[in-house]
């Protein structure tokens, strides 16, 4: 099993905004669902976007309308393009394919003033 690889992370201000990347040789974009998950300094990891194949995502509520999920399938990369960030979103945030365990390092976001 190979690690998925995010990136994309940083530092931003309460409003800003923030693109994170998900490669990896162990998906294929065009064909897996893909999932993104965050877990929050000594909290659980949770479930925050799903993408479909054809192009149907689901969001949990308390990102929906501000986060959204895509990808490229020639360079085989999700994406989470992520706005009007709230310091609630300051989390470690992870891409995976459906079914799989296998996590890899994730990208760290903190928004903070």
């Known amino acids: 099993q190979v690690q998925p690889v995010e990136s994309g992370g940083g530092l931003v201000q309460p409003g800003g905004s923030l693109r994170l990347s998900c490669a990896g040789s162990?998906?294929?974009?065009?064909?897996?669902?893909m999932t993104w998950h965050r877990q929050g300094a000594g909290k659980a990891r949770e479930w925050i976007a799903t993408l479909w194949p054809g192009g149907a995502t689901i969001y949990t509520n308390s990102v929906q309308g501000r986060f959204t999920v895509s990808r490229d399938d020639d360079k085989n990369t999700l994406y989470l393009q992520m706005n009007n960030l709230k310091p609630e979103d300051t989390a470690r945030y992870y891409c995976?394919?459906?079914?799989?365990?296998?996590w890899g390092q994730g990208t760290q976001v903190t928004v903070s003033s």
């Open positions: 995976l394919k459906a079914g799989s365990t296998t």
């Open positions: 162990d998906f294929i974009v065009s064909e897996d669902i």
